[in-house]
């Protein structure tokens, strides 16, 4: 069949779509892909400066330590389950601010709500601390209007209290990110059939009740799609948080698997620290193949 300039066209403009996923394909296979031919450095007692092949074959060796008295391990995965359980039961927020962002008449007020709770998304975690050691610090804003009136005796220091530490790293993540996240959702909102709407409100269903039975199932499929992302990222929690907020008061409980394995390799304890990084990579698979099953349970399908 000879080629019609329409289906000339149609080649040509596949092209281009393919080339431009051309470099972003690279960007993973560099970053993503490559790095796993240096797991080879958890089977070695490598020394800094030699490959693979020059430093003492050691098998299982690093595996086994982690498991043995001198690993920080039990405690690191504590400190990531833990805040990371938290923040999965509040994961529903940014669904809650989505749709309340959308009930809003006011256009101009709702793009001035979603621009503030979007900024801090794209502000650093150093910043953030000093944000709060200005607010929350012994000799902070809250403490020096607090002691003014009387209100306390004593001034206290949240960034420093042990007791809230994980609950504290929850929270500050969530707030983080709490306008970015809505964004995804009202996408999702804005992608709801609006005569789904207008047949409720044809039936007497109220604000709530459309809320209820239209807005919440419609966006529901969106939440289990981020809610199986996160558990595949359960143990993967970020460092910037511990390395930043973390204080020797506070650091038995904000060192997690993350900032623990920063730890060994500024230690130079390199082999052990990428078998860390590959039973996390492990455990990471398995969890969100557990959680792609529960989602097709769920849902009926599943999201890979």
């Not at 993967?236 to 973390?246: I, N």
């Amino acid at each position: 069949m000879a080629n019609t300039p329409t289906a000339n066209k149609k080649v040509k403009k596949e092209w281009i779509l393919f080339w431009m996923v051309v470099p972003f394909i690279l960007l993973v296979l560099v970053f993503h892909y490559l790095p796993i031919a240096g797991w080879a450095y958890a089977f070695v007692d490598y020394k800094l400066g030699k490959l693979p092949w020059e430093s003492e074959f050691v098998g299982l060796k690093n595996f086994q330590l982690m498991f043995s008295s001198i690993s920080r391990l039990p405690r690191a995965l504590r400190n990531t389950v833990i805040p990371n359980t938290i923040s999965l039961a509040i994961a529903w927020l940014p669904v809650a601010f989505a749709i309340f962002l959308n009930e809003l008449r006011s256009t101009r007020y709702r793009r001035i709500v979603q621009t503030v709770t979007t900024v801090p998304n794209f502000i650093s975690w150093v910043m953030v601390y000093g944000l709060m050691v200005g607010l929350f610090s012994t000799d902070g804003m809250l403490n020096t209007f607090f002691l003014s009136k009387g209100i306390i005796s004593q001034p206290f220091n949240l960034l420093n209290n042990i007791n809230i530490s994980w609950t504290l790293q929850a929270v500050m993540g969530t707030w983080k990110g709490l306008g970015f996240s809505a964004i995804i959702y009202l996408a999702a909102i804005s992608g709801i059939d609006q005569e789904l709407y207008d047949a409720a409100m044809t039936d007497g269903a109220g604000r709530l009740q459309r809320i209820w039975y239209v807005t919440i199932p419609g966006v529901m499929p969106t939440f289990l799609v981020q809610t199986v992302l996160g558990i595949s990222g359960f143990l993967s929690g970020g460092m910037d948080y511990p390395l930043v907020f973390g204080t020797p008061l506070t650091n038995p409980k904000l060192e997690n698997i993350g900032l623990y394995s920063y730890n060994l390799f500024r230690d130079a304890s390199y082999s052990f620290g990428i078998a860390l990084g590959i039973m996390n990579s492990i455990v990471s698979i398995v969890l969100i193949c557990l959680g792609n099953t529960a989602a097709k349970k769920v849902r009926g399908e599943s999201i890979i």
